[in-house]
């Protein structure tokens, strides 16, 4: 099982950036973008398990996608602000309940994360 996350670089604030990340060697139920700043804890973003869940500080700017047929999740990024600047990571699983969706210790499949920066 690989998960292989792109699409990171530098945007200036106000920016667009759109993640993706390809799964590979099997399909999972639940696929979610977590995040993690420099000299912060890591935090979740989105997931895409039937519906979308978002934290609260991208709703309305971040939409989580999926391609099943590909087996890609995607992380569209509107209006970016310099508090989004961090390493994003696209995580995996077919057995986190939702009431730990959240938790990054619920997953066990990770790719390897893409540098965000919001910067002018």
């Known amino acids: 099982v690989q998960l292989q996350a792109s699409g990171g670089g530098l945007v200036q604030p106000g920016g667009s950036l759109k993640l993706s990340c390809a799964a590979s060697?099997?399909?999972?139920?639940?696929m979610t973008w977590f995040r993690q700043a420099p000299g912060k804890e890591r935090e979740f973003v989105a997931a895409?398990?039937?519906?979308?869940y978002y934290q609260d500080s991208v709703k309305g700017r971040f939409t989580i996608s999926r391609d099943n047929a590909k087996n890609m999740v995607y992380l569209q990024m509107n209006s970016l602000k310099a508090e989004d600047t961090a390493v994003y990571y696209c995580?995996?699983?077919?057995?986190?309940?939702?009431?730990?969706?959240?938790?990054?210790?619920?997953?066990?499949?990770w790719g390897q994360g893409t540098l965000v920066t919001v910067s002018s």
């Open positions: 995580a995996a699983s077919n057995s986190v309940i939702l009431s730990t969706i959240r938790e990054g210790t619920a997953y066990g499949n």
């Open positions: 060697g099997r399909t999972f139920t639940t």
């Open positions: 895409f398990r039937w519906r979308e």
